[in-house]
């Protein structure tokens, strides 16, 4: 077994919790008629969190060329541990007392966004921890898409603005689909 394989089991094992988590709550949502009301803004991040974490762990993929060193197992751990957080948030386990998921979205948008800034500065050290030739190897496009992504989600917390969050829920996942398909499409 290489580095890469035996790192690679446990950052699967925590990534395959989160997807868990996720589809756990959408099955919920969708097998029982007494639980809370879907709201669709909550759904978008539901699929974004979803999309983002099958992202990661494709795009880790990548990490089987690379030298491995503590540091950089820190590093992808960490980021995996944030991913499956936000998972529990997005989709919480318990949702007895919820009684719709737009109550339930506004008042917790602090923790979902805060966990996505925690975990976008995080991947700008995920970045930087593959080499500095690595991270200078991005276009702009990376450091504007995240940096865009911090600040849009810092308004997120500061704003319960129900436009605000309808048009950044559909501009925030369209723009990931579209920037993760032209980035990352081949594993190479």
């Known amino acids: 077994m290489s580095q890469f394989e035996y790192v690679a089991v446990l950052v699967s094992i925590i990534v395959g919790l989160a997807l ?25 991040w539901t699929l974004y969190v979803f999309v983002l974490i099958g992202m990661f762990w494709w795009w880790e993929f990548r990490l089987g060329t690379v030298e491995w060193s503590l540091g950089l197992y820190i590093v992808v751990i960490i980021y995996a541990t944030l991913l499956f ?25 602090r923790w979902i966004f805060g966990l996505l800034i925690i975990i976008w500065l995080w991947d700008f050290v995920d970045t930087y921890s593959k080499g500095a030739e690595h991270f200078s190897s991005l276009t702009t496009e990376y450091l ?32 990931f689909v579209s920037w993760m398909y032209r980035t990352f499409s081949v594993i190479s």
């Not at 589809?23 to 759904?43: A, I, K, S």
């Not at 948030?89 to 009684?99: A, F, G, K, L, N």
């Not at 995240?146 to 969050?165: L, M, P, W």
């Open 20 to 44: 868990t988590q996720i589809l756990r709550g959408v099955g919920r949502m969708v097998t029982t008629n007494d639980g809370p009301r879907p709201y669709w803004v909550h759904l978008v």
């Open 85 to 109: 957080f936000v998972s529990l948030v997005i989709q919480p386990s318990d949702t007895r007392e919820i009684t719709n998921y737009k109550d339930y979205f506004f008042s917790n948008r």
């Open 144 to 175: 504007v898409y995240n940096t865009s992504q911090i600040i849009a989600c810092v308004i997120g917390i500061k704003t319960a603005n129900e436009r605000y969050h309808e048009v950044f829920s559909v501009a925030f996942i369209v723009y």
